[in-house]
Nanobody, 120 residues
Framework: QVQFAESGGNWVQPGGSVVLSCEAT??????????MAWYRQGPDNQRVLVAG????????DYPEFTKGRFAIARDNYNNRLFLQMNSLNVEDTGVYFC???????????WGQGTLVTVSS
């Protein structure tokens, strides 16, 4: 069973930055085999993809609303996924989760997520 532990969420003012981290663990789970992504669950409880990365880390993808502001990275040696979030605005507020990239397969069980609050 795969488990994800997200961390790094915080309260930040508009225009600020936050770095999120995700550790993936599981017996028989090979992190480097999977394309991964970060997702945000907002007040409407909808979970949307905010950044994705291929298994080897060579390619990344972002929706228009995060492009140029967010940067995803991974450390396959330590089974970790990262998200650098810059120029944050109030619409970025939400609980952030890491999981398998939905464009490449079905997601695993979700972790607890980490809360990012953007407000003045």
């Amino acid at each position: 069973q795969v488990q994800f532990a997200e961390s790094g969420g915080n309260w930040v003012q508009p225009g600020g930055s936050v770095v999120l981290s995700c550790e993936a663990t599981g017996v028989g789970f090979t992190f480097e085999d999977y394309a991964m992504a970060w997702y945000r669950q907002g007040p409407d409880n909808q979970r949307v993809l905010v950044a994705g990365i291929t298994a080897g880390g060579q390619y990344t993808d972002y929706p228009e609303f995060t492009k140029g502001r967010f940067a995803i990275a991974r450390d396959n040696y330590n089974n970790r996924l990262f998200l650098q979030m810059n120029s944050l605005n109030v619409e970025d507020t939400g609980v952030y989760f890491c999981n398998r990239h939905t464009a490449y397969g079905v997601t695993f069980s979700w972790g607890q997520g980490t809360l990012v609050t953007v407000s003045s």
